[in-house]
């Protein structure tokens, strides 16, 4: 690794699962102690890009005792941190909200509005929150949808038939639907259950990497960026340091500059940053 690269970094942007976490949710004593320093003796910047809600990264953030903006639904929004700013946010168009929610009515399949902070569910989709994969979300049963059709950044629908799914999935895309982003897969942790994630187009994590520097005023090409995941593709496509953790899938690896010895669950993302600390420390 060029240390003259690694002297001239200003920012340093973390995926959240599988490469700043380990297995258990956490971010070791040593990857914070290491940000720390950087930031205190040599004013390192650092964020955090992550497919996550905002509120389910704040924590995280707190941790790392972050004061700039985070990155989150790979994209979506952008929204500062403490303070709550939004810099950035991609809405789902309203009649497309209700059109999945009279989809989701007429296939009987289970449906939720992903804002900013919260997951909102109503009682006749009570299991949204056993069902749905989202880690450290904030999950809020409301009576009713009507409330909540505007700033909707995703809507999540699951169920257990595929055809049904596939049926759904169709309907939101061209040509009954534009500027969408569609993503169907099934689920890792319950058997036969199908999901289907629906975004506004135009957003991933590389684009709010470029957002976020304009913002803080440096350059992409004085950003590193760490991944391990298929959703951290548009990250490492950008002009940035592309640092892939040992656990990354191989796609990941091979885009990367630097591929750390070590895995999310032992400490990669620390075995970067002490390389930062020594270049910049000479």
């Known amino acids: 690794m060029d240390k003259k690269l690694l002297k001239k970094l200003d920012l340093i942007v ?5 490469t700043l976490l380990d297995k258990y949710n ?3 004593d040593e990857t914070v102690e290491l940000v720390n320093e950087l930031r205190n003796n040599y004013g390192m910047k650092f964020s955090i ?3 996550r809600l905002h509120s389910a990264i704040v924590k995280h953030a707190a941790r790392l005792n972050l004061k700039s903006p985070l990155i989150s639904l790979d994209g979506s929004l952008i929204k500062s941190y403490p303070e709550g700013k ?3 946010e991609s809405y789902v168009k309203e009649k497309y909200v209700l059109k999945a929610l009279n989809l989701a009515n007429e296939l009987l ?3 939720a509005l992903c ?3 919260a997951i909102y569910y109503t ?3 009570s299991l949204i929150p056993q069902l749905i994969e989202k880690v450290d979300a904030k999950y809020e049963e409301v009576n009713s949808y009507a409330n909540y059709l505007r700033h909707t950044l995703e809507i999540v629908v699951t169920g257990e038939n595929k055809k049904i799914m596939k ?3 169709k309907q939101m895309q061209f040509p009954y639907s534009f500027g969408l982003a569609t993503s169907f897969y099934k689920s890792h942790y319950h058997d036969n259950v199908y999901y289907l994630e629906i975004r506004k187009h135009g957003n991933s994590k590389g684009k709010g990497l470029k957002r976020l520097v304009k913002h803080l005023k440096t350059k992409v090409k004085r950003t590193a960026v760490l991944g391990d995941w298929y959703n951290d593709r548009s990250l490492f496509e950008t002009k940035a340091l592309k640092i892939a953790v040992a656990n990354a899938v191989d796609e990941i690896k091979e885009m990367a500059d630097y591929v750390t010895k070590r895995t999310n669950d032992e400490g990669g993302a620390a075995e970067f940053l002490e390389m930062v600390l020594e270049a910049k420390k000479n």
């Not at 973390?14 to 599988?18: K, N, P, S």
């Open 109 to 111: 399949v289970k449906i």
């Open 14 to 18: 973390f995926d959240l699962d599988g």
């Open 167 to 169: 049926t759904f999935y």
């Open 123 to 125: 009682e006749s989709n």
């Open 115 to 117: 804002h900013g902070d």
């Open 26 to 28: 956490r971010i070791s």
């Open 86 to 88: 939004i810099i950035h």
């Open 49 to 51: 890009a992550s497919g």
